[in-house]
């Protein structure tokens, strides 16, 4: 009896000791097979990478992507000695089969499985990306056991801003001054457009106009000089990579100071004055009331 506890013992540790060692005899295989991959056959060749050759993934990849609403995002998986195994990509939040191979398996057909013949590459197409569709996902090869590489999508809403509030009053012959911020965007904007009353501003009809559009700042500046009642309207502010932004300009003659402030707080001031003007100006015409008797 103590003859077979031990027979089952020594077993037992061998067969643990050989699985602990399964990566590394794995790795050699690999090894072997490429240093010698010239001298076999095609047929022996595609044996060894379907039975005999382990996938891996390639590291190099980015695995933490930042999308902007509505802007088609990419994940790249790269796999390795990947033989007659399937790629597949699995939403993590809720094990949600997305793709297996180049076939889609899900109704959302914003999701797509890109992939060339002969590339080791793997790509996972979101097209018009929303906050909801931030979190893990998955590129799961079908070995046994499975592996998986985990990439990590973060969408945002980048949306500019014309500093200042949303209506702006300028005196007639002041000039006009704007600036746009795209600070939410991931990356600097390749273009910032103005518009005036949704057409692209047009610099050669009206001279004084100068834009200063800087990429890294991701700041964008509007001056027009000289500002006349015709320069009055909606002005936009519109980023390559983010959601417009626009401003009202009132352009007014003669002399409102008060009405120089910008939006409608200026507006509030206007008439804080108009309304102080009245109680200054009208206590000269006020009397004062008759006093009740006392004890009535």
């Given amino acids: 009896m103590t003859q077979v506890t031990a027979r089952t013992a020594h ?6 000791t050989m699985n602990a060692n399964l990566p590394l005899i794995a790795a050699f295989i690999n090894f072997i097979v490429i240093c010698f991959a010239d001298t076999l056959s095609p047929e022996m060749q595609m044996y060894w990478e379907n039975h005999m050759v ?69 790509t996972l197409r979101i097209t018009s990306p929303q906050a909801r569709d931030s979190g893990v996902y998955e590129c799961q090869v079908s070995t046994e056991p499975k592996i998986s590489q985990a990439f990590r999508v973060n969408v945002v809403v980048s949306k500019a801003n014309i500093l200042g509030n949303s209506e702006l009053f300028v005196k007639s012959g002041s000039d006009i001054n704007l600036t746009c911020e795209a600070l939410q965007s991931p990356q600097p904007p390749s273009f910032i457009y103005w518009y005036k009353g949704g057409r692209v501003i047009n610099y050669s009809q009206r001279g004084g106009i100068s834009v200063l559009t800087e990429q890294q700042t991701r700041t964008s500046r509007l001056v027009i000089s000289r500002a006349s009642p015709s320069d009055s309207g909606n002005y936009t502010c519109a980023p390559s990579n983010s959601d417009s932004a626009s401003v009202v300009v009132h352009v007014i003659k003669g002399e409102h100071p008060a009405a120089m402030q910008h939006g409608i707080n200026g507006a509030n001031v206007a008439h804080s004055s108009t309304y102080l003007l009245l109680l200054v100006r009208r206590p000269t015409q006020w009397r004062a009331a008759p006093e009740w008797p006392v004890g009535r």
């Avoid at 077993?11 to 643990?16: L, Q």
């Avoid at 994940?75 to 390795?80: A, E, G, T």
């Avoid at 109704?107 to 080791?120: A, K, P």
């Fill in 11 to 16: 077993r037992k540790c061998k067969c643990n």
């Fill in 54 to 122: 382990q996938p891996y993934f390639d590291n190099t990849t980015k695995r933490e992507v930042t999308a902007i609403a509505g802007q088609t995002c990419q994940l790249h998986c790269r796999v390795k000695s990947l033989g007659d195994r399937a790629v597949s990509w699995i939403r993590k939040r809720d094990l949600h089969i997305l793709t297996v191979g180049i076939l889609t398996y899900t109704n959302d057909q914003r999701f797509q499985s890109l992939h060339t013949d002969g590339s080791d590459e793997w």
